[in-house]
Nanobody, 124 residues
């Protein structure tokens, strides 16, 4: 089992930055690929970014490419999502997810563990 706790969300203005953190516990974090997803009211869940076990391979959704960066610190059992130049359309609940296995994917159904989510609200 892996437990995931997100933090760092909040209310910001367009153009601001936020860094989300996801702290993992329960098993060897470095064996898990990790990802961030988001869901806005009335919308389907959307993949945002994913990272493999070592941090050497990352994927980023086209909608956030160039603005968001995923990273991880295996010594701290934490994955991060640095979000720059935020837009109102980035408003959503952001979820951290862990996958059994080291290879990252942007497909949510492949992830086995999910956090409770953290709200990000971007005002115009």
């Amino acid at each position: 089992q892996v437990q995931l706790v997100e933090s760092g969300g909040g209310l910001v203005q367009a153009g601001d930055s936020l860094r989300l953190s996801c702290a993992a516990s329960g098993r060897t974090f470095s064996n898990n690929a990790m990802a961030w997803f988001r869901q806005a009211p009335g919308n389907e869940r959307e993949s945002v970014a994913a990272i493999n076990w070592s941090g050497g391979t990352t994927y980023t959704a086209d909608s956030v490419k160039g603005r968001f960066t995923i990273s991880r610190d295996n010594a701290k059992n934490t994955v991060y999502l640095q979000m720059n130049r935020l837009k109102p359309e980035d408003t959503a609940v952001y979820y951290c997810a862990a996958k059994n296995g080291r290879i990252a994917t942007m497909t949510g159904e492949r992830y086995d563990y999910w956090g409770q989510g953290t709200q990000v609200t971007v005002s115009s």
